[in-house]
């Protein structure tokens, strides 16, 4: 393995903690200010970059840690280090209310896994983050979560959050029409498109948003219920109208017939 092997557990049911345990020298990376708690003899250190290639110029690493800002991410991530005699543990927090997906990228054919920009939580060291445009410009400009996607490659554990309950669907050339926000990733042989929601009427009126992300293929997607926007709009100072303006092109102007 070019990843280190680490072990970990998940703790808590709606707002879920990782807690990653390792052996002298192992180490972990995380994004910045994911860190809950760290036992005595760990050592955290801020990077430039994911630290997958060692040997890596300055250049290289400033290129590599600039294509996260356009992510939206931290320029920096933390590395966490056991220096230590024995084993010790350190523990990642979600950023907000949801599901925290382990997944063997051993065990994902490529070694490879698309997920949106801001789902990656933290991973093994050996683990590559590296930016990933979609192929369907179309698919960025509606698609809600963006043209720009993260791509996970490596051979050992990663750690994918997602909001709500996050659900695993197996495809087998296979179609899958899915809300566009509620995509948290997929196998590169999943192709992501988008598609009108129906007819004019029900783009207008469905309260489903005028497209639908399409996933299509043979692998793996991740799905999350509650995605950090749709959580942002019902917690918004107009509350219930949230979902039917977001999901109408007539927006504000339905309060008109209500009324």
Request: hydrophobic share 40%; glycine share 16%.
């Amino acid at each position: 393995m070019t990843s280190h092997e680490i072990d970990y557990k998940i703790i808590g049911e709606d707002i879920q903690v990782v807690e990653v345990e390792l052996d002298p020298n192992e180490t972990v990376i995380a994004e910045a200010g994911a860190m809950l708690y760290m036992e005595d003899g760990l050592q955290f250190e801020t990077k430039m970059g994911d630290g997958s290639e060692a040997n890596q110029s300055i250049m290289g690493k400033i290129f590599q840690a600039g294509t996260r800002l356009i992510t939206g991410e931290s320029l920096f991530m933390t590395h966490f280090t056991n220096r230590g005699v024995g084993k010790r543990k350190v523990a990642f927090a979600a950023p907000y209310p949801g599901t925290i997906m382990p997944i063997d990228l051993s065990k994902i054919p490529g070694n490879e896994l698309i997920v949106q920009k801001d789902g990656f939580l933290c991973a093994a060291l050996g683990t590559s983050m590296k930016i990933h445009f979609n192929q369907r410009i179309g698919s960025g400009l509606f698609g809600g979560e963006g043209f720009i996607l993260q791509k996970l490659r490596g051979d050992g554990m990663a750690f994918v959050h997602a909001g709500g309950v996050m659900m695993e669907r197996q495809l087998n050339n296979e179609m899958l029409r899915v809300d566009t926000g509620c995509v948290v990733g997929f196998e590169p042989s999943v192709s992501f498109d988008l598609q009108r929601a129906g007819g004019l009427k029900s783009m207008v009126f469905g309260g489903e948003g005028m497209f639908l992300a399409t996933l299509r293929g043979t692998g793996k997607v991740y799905l999350q219920s509650m995605p950090i926007s749709k959580l942002i709009d019902r917690l918004s100072p107009r509350g219930g109208n949230a979902k039917k303006e977001s999901g109408s092109v007539l927006g504000g102007l339905g309060d008109l017939f209500e009324g």
